[in-house]
């Protein structure tokens, strides 16, 4: 079992940056997938990055390519995102995931094992 809280959503203005933060539990923690999924109001929840066990491979969605980071630390149990230069459409909440499979994340949401709650993110024009 791996359980996910997310931190460090909040308001920020269009062309500014913000850094998402996921604590997992779980002695397994390392060998899951590890990614994050938004949902925009009165949108379905989409895709945004993953990383796989060891870190190094890593996958994200075209809206976001060359403005957002994803990477983990094992050692903290811990895996990040860092959003730069948003824009309003990335407002949404975000939700860290955690799966076994890496291939998972690009199949959608439905396939994928473990969601935190999820941390609103805002961005102002």
């Known amino acids: 079992q791996v359980q996910l809280i997310e931190s460090g959503g909040g308001l920020v203005q269009a062309g500014g940056s913000l850094r998402l933060s996921c604590a997992a539990s779980?002695?397994?923690?390392?060998?899951?997938?590890m990614g994050w999924f938004r949902q925009a109001p009165g949108k379905g929840r989409e895709f945004v990055a993953a990383t796989s066990w060891s870190g190094g491979g890593t996958r994200y969605a075209d809206s976001v390519k060359g403005r957002f980071t994803v990477e983990r630390d094992n050692a903290k149990n811990s895996v990040y995102l860092q959003m730069n230069n948003l824009k309003p459409e990335d407002t949404a909440s975000y939700f860290c995931t955690a799966d076994p499979d890496y291939n998972d994340y690009p199949r959608g949401p439905a396939y994928i094992t473990y969601w935190g709650k999820g941390t609103l993110v805002t961005v102002s024009s």
């Open positions: 779980g002695r397994t923690f390392s060998t899951y997938a």
